[in-house]
């Protein structure tokens, strides 16, 4: 079964730091997946990308709000990929999901999804 778990979320004061995990169970993300990302929402609101690495080149992007604060990097012998978040907002908080996108690199078309975890950054 194919199967991606976060974990890491909590709540922190603004300015903090966490690092969420993405594990990947039932594949490796070299052979599925071509791009895996993460994505945060918040309840009542769309979900948006946040950031987004490439299978192939390890290439990155971000979405302009967390850019400088949040770094996106996996370890391949853990199957796993962290999101670095630092200087940590309020409007940060969301529930965060990461994602395994098998079709383009960069997280365009996302199909496995993991459950979720919650962040919350208090003022």
């Known amino acids: 079964e194919v199967q991606l778990v976060e974990s890491g979320g909590g709540l922190v004061q603004a300015g903090g730091s966490l690092r969420l995990s993405c594990v990947a169970s039932?594949?490796?993300?070299?052979?599925?997946?071509?791009?895996i990302g993460w994505f945060r929402q918040v309840p009542g609101k769309e979900r948006e990308g946040v950031s987004c690495?490439?299978?192939?080149?390890?290439?990155?992007k971000y979405r302009d709000s967390v850019k400088g604060r949040f770094t996106i990097s996996r370890d391949n012998d853990k199957n796993t990929v962290y999101l670095d978040m630092n200087n940590l907002k309020p409007e940060d908080t969301a529930v965060y999901y990461c994602?395994?996108?098998?079709?383009?690199?960069?997280?365009?078309?996302?199909?496995?999804w993991g459950q979720g975890t919650l962040v919350t950054v208090s003022s």
């Open positions: 690495i490439s299978s192939s080149d390890g290439s990155t």
């Open positions: 039932g594949f490796t993300f070299d052979d599925y997946a071509t791009a």
């Open positions: 994602a395994a996108d098998t079709s383009s690199r960069q997280c365009r078309y996302p199909e496995v």
